[in-house]
């Protein structure tokens, strides 16, 4: 009996131990990363179907706008070619999925800045319908964007720091993952914030 006793508590032990050292959590901190990143695309998603009802709307009362309104169809292709599956992304393709979403968030900044030139435009009901869910998305890509970030931040840790680390090099073999955005050049940094409500700002 005593045997078993001891037995069943070098067991715990054994396993308390392996869990502190990141056998448990280098995999699940993986997996909130994947999840995040799958929410972020899915709101980014959201965005991409919206924008083509708002440019068809603003079309109908500036036209004369064709470039910015040809920057943002252009800019939402390009952002919509690139797919992610958050499992199996790597460093590269979240980059370059990165940098698309980037440049779309700018072509919209310009966008919602002549907007401000018509009054008709902005009286619109469409116009204002669609405003109101393109704010709330993008409302919540920050909201996405940032819990990104955090996972990432969390998982770098468990992967690179003492005890964790090592547990790492020995079972898991995970790089660091390059934070979102960090290697952006620094125009998509300073991109526009989208808001419907007061125009364009910074």
């Given at each position: 009996?005593?045997?078993?006793?001891?037995?069943?508590?070098?067991?715990?032990?054994?396993?308390?131990?392996?869990?502190?050292?990141?056998?448990?959590?280098?995999?699940?901190?993986?997996?909130?990363?994947?999840?995040?990143?799958?929410?972020?695309?899915?709101?980014?998603?959201?965005?991409?179907?919206?924008?083509?009802?708002?440019?068809?709307?603003?079309?109908?009362?500036?036209?004369?706008?064709?470039?910015?309104?040809?920057?943002?169809?252009?800019?939402?292709?390009?952002?919509?070619?690139?797919?992610?599956?958050?499992?199996?992304?790597?460093?590269?393709?979240?980059?370059?999925?990165?940098?698309a979403q980037g440049q779309l968030?700018?072509?919209?900044?310009?966008?919602?800045?002549?907007?401000?030139?018509?009054?008709?435009?902005?009286?619109?009901?469409?116009?204002?319908?669609?405003?109101?869910?393109?704010?709330?998305?993008?409302?919540?890509?920050?909201?996405?964007?940032?819990?990104?970030?955090?996972?990432?931040?969390?998982?770098?840790?468990?992967?690179?720091?003492?005890?964790?680390?090592?547990?790492?090099?020995?079972?898991?073999?995970?790089?660091?993952?390059?934070?979102?955005?960090?290697?952006?050049?620094?125009?998509?940094?300073?991109?526009?914030?989208?808001?419907?409500?007061?125009g364009e700002t910074k």
């Amino acid at each position: 009996m005593k045997k078993f006793i001891v037995t069943v508590l070098i067991a715990f032990s054994a396993a308390a131990t392996l869990s502190g050292c990141g056998v448990q959590s280098i995999p699940t901190q993986k997996n909130s990363v994947d999840a995040a990143l799958a929410e972020l695309t899915n709101q980014y998603k959201r965005r991409n179907d919206l924008i083509p009802n708002l440019v068809n709307v603003v079309k109908g009362y500036a036209k004369q706008e064709a470039t910015v309104l040809t920057q943002v169809t252009e800019a939402r292709a390009k952002a919509t070619s690139i797919t992610l599956d958050p499992s199996k992304a790597t460093p590269e393709q979240v980059s370059a999925y990165a940098n698309a979403q980037g440049q779309l968030s700018q072509a919209l900044g310009k966008l919602l800045s002549i907007t401000e030139n018509y009054p008709d435009l902005k009286s619109n009901e469409n116009f204002r319908d669609l405003s109101a869910q393109m704010e709330g998305t993008e409302n919540r890509i920050t909201v996405a964007r940032q819990r990104y970030i955090q996972e990432i931040q969390s998982f770098n840790n468990l992967v690179t720091v003492f005890p964790t680390s090592l547990t790492n090099s020995l079972m898991f073999h995970y790089s660091p993952m390059p934070q979102w955005g960090a290697d952006q050049p620094a125009n998509l940094q300073d991109a526009p914030k989208v808001d419907f409500g007061g125009g364009e700002t910074k």
